[in-house]
């Protein structure tokens, strides 16, 4: 059976694009076999949604064709274990760092840059639509399957996740390659030290330290960096020292690398020789999505219509919805009182900025004064053509203009989600 998928998972390897066959087929190996059936390992259950998802159908044909039977196969989520040797390894590192009297936090800090925050983690990063193809790069290069790909760029406007995802792939190198040496900075942060280091006639240190002393460099904000010609050239040969030697880099902006503006040619082709991942703001699902998750993480218990309410009013970031989600919780509690929807409306009202956003009840409105028609007869069970013409206008409007799925269009409308989409 071993052989059968082998050879199975060469022959889908000539049918799709090389990088797809890389971050999907490539990872999965065969376990064992039951009762007939070819049990594949995947590293995460993410790897697994998007194989079955994606990839089912055709691993299924390709199996049968070559057993010449039908063959049926499952996938299922192994983490990989370090071995023994690096475990042991690994502990004695640890051991020889606390008997050590000369090493102080201070110094961990300044040679390893900025802290990881603890919770910017794979596992709770919510994927969506918005940013599924940006985890999947970062999660490729922190599992270091690729050689090919050594560096990635992170592109979104504040509060969209970057951040997460950076700090992720941090998280994950230091848990499964201990030995890599990694600094998480800021580009302000890199330009300060630079500057500390000419002033005390350190700058050979500083050169040493970020050319042949790191493995793995995470650099935050690079659009910081405009206009600083001196910071912007040491930058660019540090980076170019570092992908020579094929060490991994991340970096994050506001900014496509073509968009930054007053930076040299040098580094703007670094920036854009690497992997470009967009993060979108989050649709209406994936907002929803984050509020459950952070609820259940902060272990608040929110109704369903309240995390609906929530995200159809935050709309501009991440951030914005965990603080929206926050300040409900912190209310009802020195309240005393549970979460409901008025409670959220009166916590929303001091978040949302004051400006008009297209949602469905501006477009009922503004429906209802042009046909000159009430809101009550929007939603009623009417059938004249005075008023269902008017309703079938403003149904079509919420589905092209907001983000509102078909179940709370129908809500809004008195009607079922069916009627909705005809």
């Known amino acids: ?3 059968i998928w082998e050879q199975a998972k060469a022959a889908i390897k000539e049918c799709i694009p090389g990088h797809k066959y890389r971050m999907w087929v490539e990872p999965l190996e065969f376990k064992e076999e039951k009762g007939g059936t070819i049990i594949l390992s995947c590293p995460n259950l993410f790897t697994k949604k998007r194989v079955l998802g994606y990839y089912g159908s055709m691993i299924g044909s390709e199996l049968k064709r070559i057993a010449k039977k039908n063959c049926n196969f499952s996938v299922e ?28 936090l201070p110094d961990i800090h300044q040679s390893a840059g900025r802290f990881l925050r603890k919770e910017f983690t794979f596992d709770r990063f919510v994927v969506g639509g918005n940013n599924d193809f940006a985890y999947s790069a970062a999660r490729s290069l922190a599992e270091q399957k690729d050689p090919n790909q050594s560096s990635l760029y992170l592109l979104s406007e504040t509060g969209m996740g970057k951040s997460h995802l950076s700090q992720a792939i941090g998280h994950h190198i230091l848990s499964n390659f201990p030995t890599d040496r990694l600094y998480y900075i800021t580009a302000e942060d890199f330009m ?7 002033q005390n006639n350190s700058i050979e240190q500083f050169k040493e330290k970020f050319r ?17 010609a001196r910071t912007q050239a040491e930058l660019a040969f540090s980076l170019d020292y570092l992908l020579d030697a094929d060490k991994k880099i991340i970096f994050t902006s506001c900014y496509s690398p073509a968009e930054i503006p007053k930076i040299n040619e040098q580094l703007r082709s670094r920036f854009s020789s690497s992997l470009i991942s967009g993060i979108e703001p989050p649709d209406f699902k994936t907002r929803v999505k984050i509020l459950r998750k952070k609820a259940m993480e902060q272990r608040v218990k929110v109704p369903h219509t309240v995390t609906d309410y929530l995200a159809s009013e935050l709309l501009e970031n991440v951030r914005q919805l965990e603080s929206g989600l926050i300040g409900v919780a912190a209310k009802a509690s020195l309240l005393g009182t549970s979460v409901d929807l008025n409670l959220a409306e009166s916590v929303i009202k001091n978040i949302v900025h004051q400006k008009k956003t297209i949602s469905i009840d501006i477009i009922k409105e503004l429906v209802c004064k042009h046909y000159r028609i009430t809101s009550k007869d929007m939603v009623s069970r ?26 709370v269009i129908g809500k809004s409308f008195n009607r079922y989600h069916a009627t909705i989409l005809h």
């Open 77 to 104: 989520v192994v983490e990989k274990k370090a071995s023994k040797k690096k475990r042991v390894k690994s502990r004695k590192k640890k051991l020889e760092k606390m008997e050590d009297p000369q090493l102080s």
């Open 192 to 198: 300060n030290e630079m500057v500390h280091a000419l």
């Open 1 to 3: 059976m071993k052989n």
């Open 212 to 228: 042949n002393q790191c493995d793995v460099l995470l650099l935050e904000d690079v659009h910081f960096l405009t206009g600083k």
């Open 382 to 407: 009417s059938r004249k053509k005075s008023i269902v013409w008017p309703r079938q206008m403003a149904i079509y409007l919420s589905r092209k203009y907001t983000d509102q799925p078909l179940q």
